[in-house]
């Protein structure tokens, strides 16, 4: 036995904080929906409603097109455990015609179907997320080990805008991984090469170029009005100063670093989690640190981690999953580990704390480069290197 409430009582209970549970499939669900629903098609019910809804005792409204297929799921979830559920008789058709508000649908081209056909079968990404990924944008500062392969995924899942500030041109020694290029663009600017192949692979993608370095007198420009940051960089110094710009301006970033067979990767979402600095409080003896144009990288490795942040980065644009804040991620690609350690907030921390947002809120924040305040920053040329350390351990560069 279930019992059943029609559209006007639900709305009543959805107000007064009853989930609403939508069992119809993703294209009925594209095309409007119960603002607030939760989606779970009815065959993946039994498997998803644990996660989406871990208590039981939650007042819980199952809705389908006309109330059928609801009521076979609210029978199931009666004999989940699920003490408090109801069928709303008449489904979403009842819904509408008492007048009660539908979230309107977002719509795609049917070229954007097909193209992004197998996310639109994600219920957590779905036609929503694609037309919110298709409204993102991501700033990679860096086209190469990290930024290239990061790019492709990042323009393949339909990021609308894409910008790439490098200053370096292709030379041969940068195709053995960065991917983005090819041998018949040696010579040619970076950005130039990314961004042909960047609209060569999507032309939903708007790609903006940023030929120059990153420095201290325009990172606040260059980062301005995006969404999440790419770190591609190469040292140490235009890590701090990017780090500072963007939890001054509250954007994430998602940050790795490799090293011959090693890897490195941490997300820091400002004041959710600990910043770069938190991190690393002070860089490395150069002997600690050399670039991959001394120590040397296996090309597969900055593939792997630059994927592993382009995860990152559509983790943060679609507010889905679990991103690495506060916990940093290790790679040993010689056994195929993975590690992890977590992270915590510096309470002193020169750019995150409370007291450094405080002064921040105050304008008398002072940038603290352990490298002096008018020390110049810039991405490293060629094929970049200084990488990361923890612990005595070199960690690596893009």
Known sequence: ?????????????????????????????????????????????????????????????????????????????????????????????????????????????????????????????GTKGQAKLLDSKVLMIGAGGLGAPAALYLAAAGVGTIGIVDFDVVEASNLQRQVIHNTERLGVKKVESAATTIRALNPDVRVITYDEMLVADNVERLIAGYDVILDGTDTFETRYL????????????????????EGQLSTFVPYEGPCYRCLYPTPPP????????????????????????????????????????????????????????????????????DTARAARERGEWVAPSPFGADAPFALGAGVGGAPGYLGGQIGGAR
């Open 242 to 261: 990017l780090n500072d710009a963007a939890v001054a301006a509250g954007i994430p970033v998602a940050h790795a670093s490799v090293f011959r067979f």
């Open 1 to 125: 036995m279930i019992r059943e409430i029609g559209a006007v009582d639900a709305s009543a209970r959805r107000d007064a904080g009853a989930t609403i549970v939508d069992v119809r499939e993703q294209v009925e669900w594209d095309a409007g929906h119960i603002p607030g629903a939760v989606f779970i098609p009815l065959g993946q019910l039994g498997n998803e409603i644990t996660g989406a809804i871990p208590d039981r005792t939650t007042e819980i409204v199952v809705q389908c097109r006309s109330g059928a297929r609801s009521a076979r799921g609210t029978e199931l979830l009666q004999q989940l455990g699920y003490t408090n559920v109801v069928n709303l008789a008449g489904g979403i058709l009842d819904w509408q015609a008492k007048g009660l508000p539908l979230e309107a649908p977002q719509t795609l081209t049917p070229a954007q179907q097909s193209r992004y056909s197998r996310h639109l079968l994600i219920p957590e990404v």
């Open 286 to 353: 150069p002997e600690l640190a050399p670039g991959c144009s001394v120590a040397g990288v296996l090309g597969v490795v900055p593939g792997i981690m630059g994927m592993l942040q382009a995860n990152e980065v559509l983790k943060l644009l679609l507010g889905i999953g679990e991103p690495l804040v506060g916990r940093l991620l290790l790679f040993d690609a010689l056994d195929a580990s993975f590690s992890e350690l977590r992270l915590s907030r510096d309470p002193n921390c020169p750019t995150c704390s």
